[in-house]
């Protein structure tokens, strides 16, 4: 019995279902056959994520591990199985919220992740809170059965006892250890905020919100005088199998105020019951269906294959066939059905990974032609590798429409506003789709790309979104043009609009620049660190915490070892010449780092750090081996760690494959791997709009066409 993060869509899955086709299922089977996965003997599902056992012994799990519930040391989502640990003694498991427990052979009971109904459980040392490996419980042995939910957790011991850990069934308790004295329980189920107890005498007990009505025992009670009762399942619709095999739903009497039992006469012969909002009935002849509650019926989940186990994690849930294997159905916000990417299913399909599977020469040839990508409000400019750009703009209902005929060009940058694109030759030219642009030059016609200056000199340009520019010349030298609506970059000057560029230093020595906003990093070719600009946050790493700004670039430290620095909206990142990564002013979302720090401060010892990105409110850095990590605010799912949560130290993006480009929105992430492939995570919606509704979030990266994306 899990908890549900969201009840509105039990109707929807139940109204569009949809058969397997005979062809989709042999081809679905064929693929869980090559699986390297062990054949499984238990699942179960949580919120957002799975555990299985395996018939070795072995443990695994997927999903969301925003609190550690995976239990494989890291707080990074898997969109794919993953062993928790060498051993291969594991025998019963639960999957809560955001709470995972498991016992061994030897009676043994392990926690890991949070218990979010009690974060401070006094008899955990250290507490139960985002812990990302197995924590045992107190040193018995006699633990047999156990049982996870949104409510909290309840466990069984040989001796008949209930122990419960943090269960908050009832107004205003939550509780630790053991329920009562009595020495006969047999088995117990934890729903949402309700819990069902059987004892060895077939009679049924309840506490807390198990029916439909909302309607709270109010303390634990026996429902009614039955003695045949042998499985129980906890939700709001809950129930109850008979000895017979026959049904039972619990609903409240109007007349006597108390819980009874209504026969299901249709649902016989049932061999399993689950459920976490509504119930779901496993049937012997391996049929699964589940309470609609906008048809206000039983309606199947179709398959080709016969189940013998299904488990409920809320607006998903996971079931093993009669071969051990395992099938996934719902949503996959958090990668819990284990395939690798996040789309959903509305019928169980087997467990594949598709994910893999994309990274192949067919994949490759598809994605070989995609170089650069500047997002915009409400479009994208892409560089192909033949030289050529393009654009895609929803509200001009342009689709992929090429910028004039040149195939020359070899990098582009911008903003919302305007795009800038440097040729092979250092010329450096603009387009503007707007009818003005913050340099004063019309709308371009016809979609060609004009020149903004005279000359083939520039080596680097790079666009702030508040509408100035900076150019890095082959001579080395740094020059400003456009609106510095704030002046913090060139104060003093008549206007905030700068029509030619101005010199911002007499030094021929600057080797790269980054700018975000009003701030301004760039790194000498001597490794030393300078900035120019706004300091509110000490974005610019000046040893004045919240100055207002610099005017005239400024030395960072004393160092002479910077080798790249990408400035943010509210922190900024660096690479030293040694691999090792660093980061200044407040987190990258907002909050202080360090009680404020506004000095580069090391955030990654590992000396393997070769390039990085901010992308203003988050940053992404990639090692030598490939795999790319990234860290800061994450609402949108930007991080393409299997998660929503914000992150404040790097965490790895999900999937296979060697990275070796980002190009980032507010909202939106897209990223090349070296054999070509392009693939995209976050929210797909514009900038502007930031509408999930109608393009949805996707938290892990999903491989795209390079010019449909």
Not at 272 to 279: C, P
Not at 340 to 358: A, F, Q, R, T
């Amino acid at each position: 019995m899990k908890y549900h993060r969201t009840r509105s869509l039990f109707t929807v899955l139940l109204i569009f279902f949809i058969l397997c086709t005979t062809a989709q299922a042999a081809n679905a089977v064929q693929a869980a056959a090559s699986s390297t996965l062990p054949a499984f003997t238990q699942i179960s599902a949580g919120a957002g994520h799975v555990l299985a056992v395996g018939a070795d012994g072995t443990l695994w799990a997927w999903g969301d591990n925003s609190s550690g519930e995976l239990g494989d040391g890291t707080y990074i989502a898997r969109t794919s199985p993953v062993q928790v640990g060498t051993e291969k003694n594991w025998v019963t498991i639960a999957a809560g919220n955001t709470l995972s427990a498991a016992i061994k052979k030897d009676g043994s009971l392990w926690m890991w992740g949070t218990n979010v109904k009690n974060r401070q459980i006094a008899w955990q040392d250290p507490p139960l809170v985002d812990r990302s490996t197995p924590l045992r419980y107190g040193k018995e042995y006699n633990w047999v059965k156990i049982s996870a939910g949104t409510a909290g957790l309840a466990a069984i011991r040989k001796d008949g006892t209930l122990w419960q850990f943090g269960v908050n069934a009832l107004p205003g308790n939550i509780a630790n250890g053991k329920l009562n004295n009595d020495q006969d329980w047999a088995d117990v189920s934890v729903g949402s905020s309700g819990l069902l107890a059987l004892k060895k005498d077939g009679s049924l007990w309840a506490m807390g919100d198990v029916v439909p009505t909302g309607y709270n025992t109010g303390k634990l009670v026996q429902i009614g005088s039955n003695h045949d009762i042998d499985q129980i399942a906890a939700s709001f619709y809950s129930v109850v199998r008979k000895k017979d095999g026959s049904v039972w739903s619990l609903h409240k009497d109007p007349n006597s105020n108390s819980i009874v039992l209504e026969p299901l006469d249709d649902m016989n012969q049932a061999i399993r019951l689950t459920g976490d909002f509504v119930s779901g009935i496993l049937r012997s002849d391996g049929t699964f269906w589940k309470w609609s509650t906008g048809m206000d019926q039983y309606e199947q989940y179709k398959c080709p294959m016969k189940l013998k186990d299904v488990d409920e994690g809320g607006d998903f849930g996971v079931a093993l066939d009669e071969n051990g294997a395992i099938w996934t159905y719902g949503i996959n916000t958090w990668g819990q059905r284990g395939n690798g990417l996040s789309d959903s299913s509305y019928i169980p399909i087997p467990y594949e990974n598709p994910l893999v599977e994309e990274t192949t020469p067919d994949a490759i040839s598809r994605s070989d032609f995609f170089v650069d990508q500047v997002f915009k409000s409400w479009g994208t400019y892409t560089l192909k590798s033949d030289g050529s750009l393009w654009l895609s703009d929803e509200v001009q209902k342009i689709n992929n429409q090429q910028l004039g005929s040149d195939t020359d060009w070899s990098s582009i940058t911008g903003n919302s506003n305007e795009l800038y694109a440097l040729k092979k030759d250092g010329s450096l030219w603009s387009y503007r789709p707007g009818d003005q642009a913050p340099s004063g030059l019309p709308r371009s016609a016809a979609y060609e790309l004009d020149p903004l200056m005279p000359g083939s000199y520039w080596k680097v340009v790079t666009v702030s979104d508040t509408g100035f520019a900076v150019g890095l010349k082959k001579d080395g030298t740094l020059w400003l043009w456009g609106r510095d609506v704030w002046q913090k970059i060139n104060k003093g000057a008549s206007g905030s609009n700068i029509d030619s560029p101005v010199q911002l230093s007499q030094n021929k020595d600057w080797q790269s620049v980054s700018v975000f906003n009003s701030s301004i990093l760039a790194v000498k070719n001597n490794g030393t660190l300078w900035g120019l600009g706004d300091n509110r946050w000490g974005q610019l790493g000046i040893a004045t915490k919240y100055s207002t700004g610099v005017s005239a670039f400024t030395r960072i430290g004393s160092t002479s070892d910077w080798a790249q620095a990408e400035t943010g909206e509210y922190a900024s990142v660096g690479i030293k010449k040694d691999g090792t990564l660093w980061q200044w002013g407040m987190s990258l979302s907002g909050s202080d780092l360090g009680g404020g720090t506004v000095t580069p401060t090391l955030i990654s010892p590992l000396k393997s750090w070769v390039k990085i990105w901010n992308a203003g409110q988050r940053a992404y850095a990639l090692q030598s081996n490939g795999q790319l990590f990234a860290w800061g605010d994450n609402a949108y799912g930007q991080l393409g760690n299997g998660s929503a949560k914000a992150q404040n130290t790097p965490a790895r993006v999900a999937g296979a494959g060697i990275w070796k480009d980002v190009f980032t929105s507010g909202t939106y992430t897209s990223g090349i791997q070296t054999d070509g492939s392009v693939w995209n995570w976050g929210n797909k919606g514009s900038d502007l709009s930031r509408s999930p509704n109608t393009y949805g979030y996707q938290l892990s990266p999903v491989l795209m066409s390079p010019l449909n994306n």
